[in-house]
Every structure is written in C-alpha cells, then in structure tokens.
C-alpha cells in the first residue's frame, strides 16, 4: 500500500511576541511547524521578522502545555474535567462578590491574547461581576505614556504608523531599546538611515545597538529626562523653531505652557542631567531644523515614579515644534507585548471601556449599558484598581479573589516577595494559561488555554493596526481557546452570550464603540487590516490629528509640568542604581522562548552587565559571581563586563532568575497611573567568593 505523507498547510498568522506586529505564514504538517514564511503583504513587516517570529515555536508543541484544567486539592493539584473546573469557578466568583461585594474580585486580562478575548474578560468584569477591576499588563509599561499623550494630544496610541517612522527626516529614540525590542521597526530605521539620510538622534543611558549606530548618542543621569526634554522645548520657543502657526491655530495654554518653561534652563540641564551645553544644543537644532520629527519612546522613561510627566514632556517638545498631524512625525510609545495595545483598546483597563470611553461618564456607562441590554445602573461608575494596586489591595486582605490570563504576574510585577504572600493570602485565584506558569503555581484553579496560532482573532500592533490571525493548529489536549472559556464561564454565571465564532465578538463591540464602528471580520480578511479609529464606513486613520485633535474644542493641549526627584536613588547603603530590560532572544518570563533548544541555545545564561569602571573599582572580572541587594531583597549573578553602560549603573535582563530581577524592585510607583518604577532601584553589590 503506497504511503502519502499529508499536505502542508499554510496559514496567515501574527506574531505572538512584541508589538510590531508582523504577520507571516506559518506552514505546518500534521502538528509540526515546519517554517515561518514573511510575505510582501504583510503590512508591518513585509519580508523580515526577527528570531522570535522565525524560530521561537517550540513551546507549541512542548511536553509541558496545560491540556486539562487542575483543581487545587490538600495543597496539590490534580486534573479535572472542564465541567467541574468551570462550574467550580463560577460558584466561587459569584459566592465571593455576594458575601464581599463586586469590588472584592479583580480580574488581569492578557496582553498576549486576543482583542475578542480582551473585550470578553472586561464585560464579565463590569457586566456579571459588577467591578471595573480590570486591567493588563499596559499597566506595567506604557500607561504613563497613554496618560502623556491624553493629556496633550488626545489618543492613547501612536500618532502615525511605522511608515511616518521610516518616512521622517529625523527620528528620535529615548528610552527604547529598539533593535533588541521592536527589531523589525529597528531595521526598517537602519534602512531609511542608510538609504534616505535620516538622521537618528538616542537618548539613553545604555548603549545598546542603535545608540552606536545614532548619529546624535546623549547619555543622561538616570531620571533626568523631564529636564532635558523641557530644556529643549524652551530652547525651540527662544530660537525660532516653534511652530507659531501650528500653535496659534491648533494648541490650547501656550503662553502658560512657556512660563512654565522658565527653571529649564540650558544651565539647569547641564547640571541635572551630565548632559554638555553642546550636546543639548545640537540635539535642539536637529529637531529644530528638521521637517518632519518621529519621537519613540518606551520602559525607560516610563518605568519611572514620574513616567507619566516624562512622557508628557516628550509629547510637549513635539507639539511645540508642530510635529503631530503631518506624514513623518508623531510621538509613538513602542508596545512590547504583541496586543497589550489591544488589550487597553478593547477596554482591560480600570477606568475605561472598549475604545476608551471613561467608566466616569455617564454618556459612556449609558452607551455600554444599552448594547448589553441593563440598565445604566447596573455598570459601576467607580474607577477600579489596576493590576499593580489589585496586588496591594490582596496583600491587604481587601481583594478576596482573582483571574489572571496569560500573565506572568507573580514573576513580572515589581517586589515579587510581596506579591507571592499577597497571592498566598488570596481566598481564590484562578489562572488561565498555557503553561503551569509562576503565577499558576498559587491558582486554585488552572484553566488551560491556547497559544494564538490554536484560534482565531485579532490583534492590535503597535501602530493601532487590527490585523486578523487564523487558526493553524487545532488546540492541544484538552485545552480550549480562551475567549470559548470565558463564554462558557459567563454561561455559568447566569449570562448565554451564545459566541460560537469570534467574529461575532468583534461585532459587538464594533456596534457600540465608535472607535470600533466600521470593523468587520471581512474588511479584516487575508493580509488586509484597519488601524483606528475606524468609521462606519470603514475608513481608518493611519496618521492621527490630520484634521484636529480629539478634545472638546479640537486643540491639543501643552502641559506645564515640574520636574521631581525620583523616589528611590542611590546612597550610602546602596549606591548603585539598576536599570533593567529584555534581550533580542527572548520574551518576558521565557514561558514560550526558553520551551526549546532552538532559542535556549542562542542565549542560554543570565548576567548582569558591569561598566569597565565598576569592574576595576570592585575587582571584578568576566563571569566572576555577585551578589545584588536592593531595600527588598537579594540575588546571585555572574557579572559581564561592558561599555554598554557606565560608571554607577548596571544592567539585569528580565527575563530569568529564582528570583528575578523583581525580587530587587519596589513598590513605589508613578501616581498618575500606578505603574512601578522599575527602573528606580538602587542595589549594593557585593563580590561572592565562588567560581
Ligand atoms: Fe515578532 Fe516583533 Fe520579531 Fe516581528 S519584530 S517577528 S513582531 S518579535
């Protein structure tokens, strides 16, 4: 009998690391990946990805995936059948918001799920539960830039798309890590380099790739971003180069804007910052001069206990100088998870609904209200908690239950000590994952979900593209795609959504959100994508503010700000300062990029990097162990020695160590929007005497 080996299939998928976006084909057969194919229609990335989206798969198909839910019993899990784990979850989350009211559960959605999935988490949230204690991991990343750009210019997104990045005559990098974090975007601003003349100015106190590459490097203090970006604002009003047209028809509060502008002083930088006179002057006439000006920013400057103002600092200098509305400029916070923006537009967020309409007003509740078919009452107004402060609030016995999707919680979160006996404490928490993750471990209840290449659905990239995924494997085991969990759950909880596609979620919201208004499955089909805000007739907006900005009178907004010490800085006691990042191999907590060899062995080890300066002061040598202790706790390293960084400050990737680097982080955080300040950790560091 003549054997026939299957047909290999060949699927449109998306990336399901960083926010880039790129879509590729994924070409299978039987359960086997064979490879990852770039295509010319791919419109974030066309023909390149980099190593995530090429070869990190393995954990597909790993020995270790969840393929049954586990029910915590005497102290141990043990496999039960989807009946029993969801009829068991919805008694325990109904039991718990009667005895303790709707504000005792809190729910983290996923940032690496779908925007169906997302919209499913918020509406069991604010719909059956009653709570607006909903968020994702934006809360850990890019919220202070989101609460940047709302202030000035009005969209919690990028301005434009990665084509007004390429096309501008100078771009602006601060903070950002881009060839190791957002490659794709990274190569397509070498390429403009190199063939069209772009001028690349960063702003960092790392030198990582494109800092080498920049035509501008300037290397800050630590924290001192505000002072510099207001300096160079001022600097724009005293020689010419802001826009006057652009401010006198378009901007609101200029003239208080400039007053307050007055400590910020070429002086005062150079002080604040270690920056020269010349640096901060040639800086000011690249931008100054230029056309058309595109700012990046990312985790350094919003990991900080000011992010927010930073951030709104970033986006003044670029309103000043007339950079919104026109094809090249914008500002645009790089978004690391491949749909955390999708998570915040299809409303995981405490105070907003889909396309971001305020829990607060009253219009919005209505609207929400009347396409679920309750009465306004029934939708709490009260903002909720983000992930950051559910953990505090469990920490202080206020927070009785939990659901996190998908996110590394336990591991990512900062003071990871505290979080631990927080979830510890926790009457009840369910985690839906792939993997029996860190967070899992202190689950009641593990729901086993899938992998986006086992579903369908969409997601959100970094420049506000939705773009669709299909389905290239079937779920594995017993494991069900997510949002099929959380309609089945909400069935269990009194609520017959009766979903059978995800399409029919996006449907949904796309009747209520305005923002959503014209998003079909169909208009989505292939290779095609929309990028919000979409109207009913389907026109998208790939450039922002061409017409206006979204506030009341159409204008945007300067924002006078101060600058403020940051809340955790180096002393006596501990007088290093830690910054912390990821690497180009791998993702977050490593839950897919260290399931298999093919990523593992291209970066197998954790470091943490040590100037020249700092190794010669403390006699350390390549490899040589060290101890780290910060005010929370203490880990056990090998030191790199590199001029990546200097003097005073080192450098930990995030992604690995028991514990990680958030054994060393704190709680204090950025009050505008409560994310943790990472990157304000002051450490000691001691030689250990071992090999
Ligand atoms: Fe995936 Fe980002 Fe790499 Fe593209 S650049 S392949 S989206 S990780």
């Not at 494991?479 to 969990?485: A, E, G």
């Not at 907006?541 to 159409?554: A, H, K, Q, R």
């Amino acid at each position: 009998m003549h054997w026939r080996q299957p047909e290999i299939k060949r699927t449109k998928t998306v990336c399901t690391y960083c926010g880039v976006g790129c879509s590729f084909e994924m070409w299978t057969r039987d359960r086997h990946i064979l490879k990852v194919q770039p295509v010319v229609d791919a419109p974030a990335n066309g023909i390149s990805t980099c190593i995530k989206g090429k070869f990190a798969w393995d954990f597909v198909n790993s020995e270790q995936r969840l393929t049954m839910p586990l029910i915590r019993e005497n102290g141990r899990f043990r496999e039960a059948g989807w009946d029993e784990a969801l009829d068991l979850v919805a008694r325990r989350l109904i039991e718990t918001r009667d005895k303790y009211g709707p504000d005792s559960l809190g729910f983290i959605g996923s940032s690496k799920a779908s925007n169906e999935e997302a919209y499913l988490t918020q509406k069991i949230a604010r719909l059956i539960v009653g709570t607006n204690n909903v968020d994702n991991s934006s809360r850990y990343c890019q919220n202070p830039a989101t609460k940047g750009l709302f202030r000035t210019v009005g969209y919690g997104g990028d301005a434009g798309s990665i084509e007004d990045i390429e096309k501008a005559e100078v771009v602006v990098i601060v903070g950002s890590n881009t060839a190791e974090n957002h490659p794709v975007i990274a190569s397509r601003i070498k390429a403009a380099q190199k063939l069209r003349g772009q001028k690349v100015i960063v702003v960092d106190p790392r030198k990582h790739e494109m800092a080498e590459r920049a035509d501008l490097y300037l290397r800050p203090n630590a924290s001192t971003d505000l002072i510099w970006a207001s300096a160079l604002s001022r600097y724009m009003f005293e020689h010419g180069y802001a826009d006057q047209a652009f401010l006198d028809e378009w901007v609101n509060k200029v003239d208080e804007y400039r007053k307050s502008l007055e400590p910020f002083t070429l002086e005062f930088a150079e002080q604040k910052t270690g920056l020269s006179r010349q640096e901060l002057i040639e800086a000011a006439e690249m931008i100054g001069q230029a056309k058309s000006v595109s700012l990046l920013w990312a985790m350094g400057i919003t990991q900080h206990s000011h992010g927010s103002d930073t951030s709104t600092a970033l986006s003044n200098l670029l309103v000043v100088t007339g950079n919104y509305g026109k094809p090249g400029t914008g500002g645009y916070p790089m978004r690391g998870h491949n749909n955390v923006q999708g998570a915040s537009d299809f409303g995981c967020l405490r105070n907003m609904y889909p396309g971001y309409e305020k829990v607060s007003e009253d219009s919005a509740r209505e609207r929400w209200a009347k396409g679920w078919g309750v009465p306004k009452e029934q939708l709490s107004d009260k903002v909720g908690e983000g992930n950051f402060l559910m953990v505090q609030a469990a920490a202080e016995d206020r927070l009785k239950a939990m659901y996190i999707i998908g996110e590394e919680t336990a591991f990512s979160d900062a003071d990871s000590g505290n979080v631990h006996s927080a979830f510890t404490d926790l009457d009840f928490l369910v985690v839906q994952d792939i993997f029996l993750s860190r967070t899992a471990e202190f689950a009641d209840v593990v729901l086993p979900g899938t992998p986006s290449v086992e579903k369908e659905g969409s997601f959100v990239n970094t420049e506000r593209r939705i773009q669709r995924f299909y389905e290239v494997l079937p779920p594995l085991g017993d494991s069900r795609p997510d949002w099929r969990i959380l309609t089945d759950l909400a069935a269990r909880m009194g609520h017959n959504w009766g979903y059978t596609h995800p399409s029919q979620i996006m449907e949904e919201c796309a009747r209520i959100s305005p923002m959503f208004a014209g998003v079909t499955y169909e208009r989505l089909a292939g290779w095609k994508s929309l990028q919000w805000p979409v109207k009913a007739d389907g026109s998208d907006s790939p450039l922002l503010y061409t017409d206006g900005f979204p506030n009341e009178d159409g204008k945007a907004n300067l924002h006078p700000l101060e600058w403020q010490e940051p809340e955790e800085a180096p002393d006596d006691e501990y007088p290093l300062s830690m910054d912390n990042g990821r690497m180009l191999e791998h993702f977050q907590a490593t839950n897919q990029t260290g399931r298999g060899p093919r990523i593992w062995e291209e970066a197998p080890g954790w470091f943490v990097e040590v100037s020249p300066e700092l190794a010669a002061e403390y006699g350390i040598e390549e490899g040589t162990w060290v101890k780290l202790t910060s005010r929370r706790d203490s880990i056990e390293v090998r030191a790199l020695i590199t001029d990546r960084i200097s003097g005073h400050t080192l450098f930990l990737p995030i992604h690995q160590g028991k514990p990680g680097v958030n054994a060393l982080t704190g709680e204090h955080h950025d009050p505008d929007v409560d994310t943790p300040a990472y990157k304000e950790t002051a450490v000691r560091l001691e030689v250990l005497p071992r090999e």
